[in-house]
T-cell receptor, first 117, second 114 residues
Framework: DTGVSQDPRHKITKRGQNVTFRCDPISEHNRLYWYRQTLGQGPEFLTYFQNEAQLEKSRLLSDRFSAERPKGSFSTLEIQRTEQGDSAMYLC???????????????FGPGTRLLVL | AQSVSQHNHHVILSEAASLELGCNYSYGGTVNLFWYVQYPGQHLQLLLKYFSGDPLVKGIKGFEAEFIKSKFSFNLRKPSVQWSDTAEYFCAVNRKTGRRALTFGSGTRLQVQP
């Protein structure tokens, strides 16, 4: 399978614990996005990388959240001191940055469902 | 900031009925428009996209959407739905320049009854 993969697919944790999620993008894609989706809502943007540079962070991304993409390939999203409000599906998407005035298409992974007890 | 509205939250249709799902966005600049679909137990998949050119775009599985710039709309249509179209449908938009993140609507759950 050459699509976007995410690990783990499900995570249950207790409030106050730290969790880390991993995303492996489509191999030639240089952009990687993180979104969060809660029940009954569409995905909301968290942050994105072009290669290893983190180019934008949403105000939804509190200080407890940190994302990395150290070698411009896979990315990790860490949540420290989890809260019940962090329970959501965390989605990763990747794309190929367009050349010139072209546009990009983001391809999504299956997501990591987090439940904070 | 841009926003996307999907006015139909839950639609129930019988097989062979025609489908139209509404999507309106608010943003003053030029945008790219997308419809994604999420089948039960599966991840988000691209259904179709509009970047430029012909405002009527065709996607997979017989879906099409029309971009009407004056109405800030990008409605999704299918002339005859099938039971297998049961899914959640999300409209999304991003800017042609500047911010690349997608802004999604809240989704429309489509249930097709056999």
């Amino acid at each position: 399978d050459t699509g976007v993969s995410q690990d783990p697919r499900h995570k249950i944790t207790k409030r106050g614990q730290n969790v880390t999620f991993r995303c492996d993008p489509i191999s030639e894609h240089n952009r990687l996005y993180w979104y969060r989706q809660t029940l009954g809502q569409g995905p909301e943007f968290l942050t994105y990388f072009q290669n290893e540079a983190q180019l934008e962070k949403s105000r939804l991304l509190s200080d407890r959240f940190s994302a990395e993409r150290p070698k411009g390939s896979f990315s990790t999203l860490e949540i420290q001191r989890t809260e019940q409000g962090d329970s959501a599906m965390y989605l990763c998407a990747s794309s190929l940055a367009p050349t010139g005035a072209g546009a990009e298409t983001q391809y999504f992974g299956p997501g990591t469902r987090l439940l904070v007890l | 900031a841009q926003s996307v509205s999907q006015h139909n939250h839950h639609v129930i249709l019988s097989e062979a009925a025609s489908l139209e799902l509404g999507c309106n966005y608010s943003y003053g600049g030029t945008v790219n428009l997308f419809w994604y679909v999420q089948y039960p137990g599966q991840h988000l998949q691209l259904l179709l996209k509009y970047f430029s050119g012909d405002p009527l775009v065709k996607g997979i599985k017989g879906f099409e959407a029309e971009f009407i710039k004056s109405k800030f709309s990008f409605n999704l249509r299918k002339p005859s739905v099938q039971w297998s179209d049961t899914a959640e449908y999300f409209c999304a938009v991003n800017r042609k320049t500047g911010r690349r993140a997608l802004t999604f609507g809240s989704g429309t759950r489509l249930q097709v009854q056999p």
